[in-house]
Nanobody, 127 residues
Framework: QVQLVESGGGSVQAGGSLRLSCAAS????????MGWFRQAPGQEREGVAA???????IYADSVKGRFTISQDNVKNTLYLEMNSLKPEDSAMYYC?????????????????????WGKGTLVTISS
């Protein structure tokens, strides 16, 4: 059983930065694909970024150039570096993982094939 625990959320002003972390633990050492999602109150969940075993990445158009997804396979931790934050970035951010060895980042970004979810970390951006 895999458990994902997010951290690093908080409240910052527009233009600021945050670094989210997702620590993975359980009986598997590492899942092939991982991603970040976010959901604001009253809004649909959206994929933010995803990364695979080969470190290929994909980003939502709304965060391209501002967010960077990365992973530390030794620590089994996923990161999301968020820069130039905007009020519209405010949301609960969730870490997700796909155990399928041939997973694709494009599918992950669309929310397809997700096997594990974290409980989320809250990000609030004030103007």
């Amino acid at each position: 059983q895999v458990q994902l625990v997010e951290s690093g959320g908080g409240s910052v002003q527009a233009g600021g930065s945050l670094r989210l972390s997702c620590a993975a633990s359980g009986y598997t050492y590492r899942t092939p694909c991982m991603g970040w999602f976010r959901q604001a109150p009253g809004q649909e969940r959206e994929g933010v970024a995803a990364i695979d075993t080969a470190a290929a990445t994909i980003y939502a158009d709304s965060v391209k150039g501002r967010f960077t997804i990365s992973q530390d396979n030794v620590k089994n931790t996923l990161y999301l570096e968020m820069n130039s934050l905007k009020p519209e970035d405010s949301a609960m951010y969730y870490c997700a993982a796909d155990r399928y060895p041939l997973c694709s980042v494009s599918d992950i970004l669309r929310g397809n094939g997700i096997d594990y979810w974290g409980k989320g970390t809250l990000v609030t951006i004030s103007s």
